[in-house]
């Protein structure tokens, strides 16, 4: 069953009549290069040689996006694997369309193009949200909006980004996930976050059971000193309680704990560490403010 399409799509950002045949041309390989702002970093040497395989045998079948900077000279935009692949299989030229998009549109489609495909890791991707927004000027909820995920999501994922770099590393590799690094963003304390990073690698965790992991190190919040002292003792949680909190943490990517009381009423407590992170969490619950 086809994936469907994410957020606008290529389609959407080059414009659907340009995916026209009449406007696609055979551009030698060696007169382009790379795209600057591609966001990712890695590409699978196995895959790249599986697709060059296939280019040989029925051509490149979905046309690469250009931009044309002089005569004879061209600046990728987005299909950088299969450019790589047409060098792997020995073409001398390679369908293209030609645009002529801004520096914040060629990441854009360079970016969309790795998301709907799953292709980009998310280090690769929270680094190319950051530029989005650091360079370009635009908010989460429009980062959220070209690529076609949450703002939760984007949040999330840029938050990967506080991690260390042997942390960060391992997950461009493909070693541990993006779940297992929120589960490790969750652990403040720099050696228990390398002694859980160890472990997951090391036993194959699991996510859940790395956030498992994650919360037995975490100090639970001490009672606020103004707590009432009569104040109504919990029951233990059912499993749907346990279950919303798994979905709420995941969700405001911070622990949060539901409490029910006997009488059927309680409290949802969600944890943050630094005023930063508060922020990012009030953007996720209000993004258009309070």
């Given at each position: ?27 030698p ?18 895959s ?10 029925l051509?490149v079948l ?12 061209y ?57 989005l ?51 490790l ?7 228990l ?98």
């Amino acid at each position: 069953m086809p994936r469907p399409a994410l957020g606008r799509g290529l389609g959407a950002l080059i414009g659907q009549n340009e995916l026209s045949e009449s406007l696609i041309r055979e551009i030698p390989i060696e007169q382009i290069r790379p795209n600057p702002y591609q966001p990712r970093q890695r590409f699978s040497e196995e895959s790249l040689v599986e697709l060059a395989a296939s280019i040989r045998e029925l051509g490149v079948l979905q046309p690469i996006i250009v931009r044309q900077e002089s005569e004879g000279s061209y600046v990728l935009i987005a299909g950088e694997r299969r450019l790589r692949a047409a060098r792997i299989a020995g073409l001398a030229t390679i369908p293209a369309i030609v645009r002529s998009p801004s520096e914040q549109q060629m990441l854009e489609m360079a970016l969309v193009e790795n998301v709907q495909r799953e292709d980009i890791n998310p280090v690769d991707a929270a680094l190319a949200y950051k530029r989005l927004i650091e360079e370009f000027g635009l908010t989460q909820e429009q980062v959220a909006q070209r690529v076609g995920k949450s703002v939760p999501a984007i949040s999330n994922t840029m938050r990967l980004l506080q991690l260390p770099e042997y942390i960060l590393k391992s997950m461009r590799e493909g070693v541990i996930s993006e779940g297992h690094g929120r589960a490790l963003l969750m652990v403040k304390d720099p050696t228990l976050q390398r002694q859980l990073w160890s472990d997951i690698v090391s036993e194959g965790l699991s996510v859940r059971a790395a956030e498992l992991r994650a919360r037995e190190l975490r100090p639970l919040n001490p009672t606020p000193q103004n707590a009432p002292s009569s104040a109504p003792q919990p029951s233990p949680a059912p499993p749907e309680l346990k279950a919303l909190e798994h979905n709420l943490s995941a969700y405001l990517g911070t622990r949060v704990q539901v409490v029910q009381w006997g009488g059927g009423g309680g409290r949802i407590v969600i944890e943050f560490y630094s005023e930063e992170e508060l922020g990012r969490i009030l953007e996720v619950i209000a993004p258009h403010g309070l």
